[in-house]
Each structure stands twice: as C-alpha cells, then as structure tokens.
C-alpha cells in the first residue's frame, strides 16, 4: 500500500477539479452547535487541496491548514493566496507543528480514515484550547440505485486497494472510541454532484484506488466505465449522490 501522505500526488489535478465541496450549511451547525464564529481558530488537519479550508476562510476563520503531501498543500497555497487568514503548515495529524491550544476547532475532511487514530487523539487534544471541538466530515457516495451500485461494482472490480482504504470502514466503532467517554454527535446533509463524461472520467481518477496510466486495469476500468456512463447518462449527464456526514464533540484526556 502506498504511504497515505503520497497517495494523492499524482492526482491535484482531478482532485481539484472534480471532488464535491462541502455544503455551507456545516457551518450553521457548527456556530450552533461547537459555539463556531468569525473569531475561531481553525486547525484543518489533512487539509488537502483546501475544500474545507475555503468553507472557514470565507467565514473569516483563521485557518491552519495542515497538510502532509507537498503536490496538495502547493495547490491549496496557489488557490487560496488571496485569503489573508490562510496560513498552511506542511506537519501531520500526529505531529501538526501547531502551538499548544492554539486552536478553537480541529476539522478533519476525508482524512481522518488515513490517521493513526491514538497519536492524532493526543495531538489534537495538544493543539485545541480548552473546551474546543473536533469535526470529522466525509461526502459519503449514496449506493442506493442502479447507476450508484453500478458505478460500486467498478470500484470492487479494478480499485487496487478499494477495500483496504475504503472509509466506510470508519464506522461508530472507530469514531465513539476516539472521541470518548464526551461521546459525539452525527448530522447528515445531503449533497451532489452532476458530471458530463471527462467528469465522471476525472472523479475516478481523483481517487487513490484508481489505476493510473501503465497500470494493466487502467484501460480496461475506463472502457467499463465509458461503458456504464453509456447505460445510465440523461442528456449526457450522471449524478453522484451524497451524504455529507459531520461528526462533532469534545475530547477529553482518557485516564
């Protein structure tokens, strides 16, 4: 298995294309919910390309954000230059660099399955100030139809290590024991994404289980999956559906 901070380094370009954002309304919950304002500080942790990173910049959060692989923290900075609250750091979720309790709220978006979970625990609780909230946030894709079990099989079919990485695996077994005894709460938003052929082509291709060029499943998973977009396109178009799910609480050092 590829070491999880290298896994994306060939794939910025698609990633930034092609991956869904995060709905805004994650941000209602949030200042509802973990007391989020304009004045928190944000740790982003695994912050990738910035498509959370965004959300909490434009609402004139600062951002740490903390990202491993070079390729992607390079883009987030190219992307987001003009916000002047955007401050990224190349650390880890277990060794981030931060200051101790520098930040009000530590989010972790399509990453945290790629964590070791019991340093990143102690380091998150380092790094929040007292009281803080840690959000973990998956766009899970909706398997529920033809073309979304289709599209499923594909995956099972030519992923290199689908099942090995797959988060669905980072279920309330993972997650209730990370948070502790303060347990945690689970919102679910919905969310989608609309892609003509290049962009049902480029979604694959963003993700780390898809065969890249030279590999022997690379032409034959595009020829299938030409194939399955031919079978379930309307008017040149198919549909990713998703639940955007949000995992929010507070952690406390375990004795």
């Keep these: 298995m590829i070491n999880s901070t290298q896994r994306f380094s060939s794939r910025v370009e698609n990633y930034i294309k092609y991956r869904p954002g995060y709905p805004a309304a994650i941000l209602d919950l949030l200042k509802e ?26 609402n004139g ?15 987030a900075e190219q992307l ?52 803080g909230r840690v959000v973990l946030i998956w766009n899970e894709r909706n398997l529920t139809g033809p073309f979304a079990a289709a599209y ?6 030519y992923g290199t290590d689908y099942e090995e990485v797959n ?30 052929w290049e962009g049902l082509k480029g979604r694959l291709l963003s993700s780390s ?9 690379h032409f034959p998973m595009l020829e ?7 079978e379930y396109q309307t008017g040149g178009q198919v549909t990713f559906e998703y639940d955007t799910l949000v995992y929010y609480g507070r952690l406390w050092a375990q004795e």
Excluded at 41 to 57: K, Q, W, Y
Excluded at 173 to 191: E, L, T
Excluded at 209 to 217: I, L, M, S, T, V
Excluded at 224 to 230: D, E, G, R, V
């Design 80 to 131: 987001l230059s003009k916000y002047p609250n955007f401050v990224s750091v190349s650390g880890t979720a277990e060794a981030t660099t931060l200051k101790a309790q520098s930040a009000d709220v530590v989010t972790a978006s399509q990453a945290f399955h790629w964590f070791d979970r019991g340093q990143s625990r102690q380091e998150f609780l380092r790094i929040l100030k007292p009281g």
């Design 209 to 217: 289980y898809a065969p890249e060029p030279g590999h022997p499943k």
């Design 152 to 157: 499923e099989h594909l995956l099972r079919t």
């Design 33 to 58: 919910k973990c007391g989020l304002s304009g004045a928190s500080v944000v740790a982003d942790i695994g912050s990738g390309t910035g498509i959370l990173t965004e959300l909490f910049l434009r």
């Design 167 to 196: 988060h669905r695996h980072t279920d309330a077994k993972v997650i209730g024991p990370f948070f502790g005894a303060s347990g945690y709460k689970r919102v679910r938003f919905p969310n989608r994404q609309i892609f003509d």
């Design 61 to 75: 959060n600062l951002v740490f954000a903390v990202e491993p692989n070079r390729e992607m923290r390079e883009a």
């Design 224 to 230: 299938a999956l030409h194939s399955l977009f031919s």
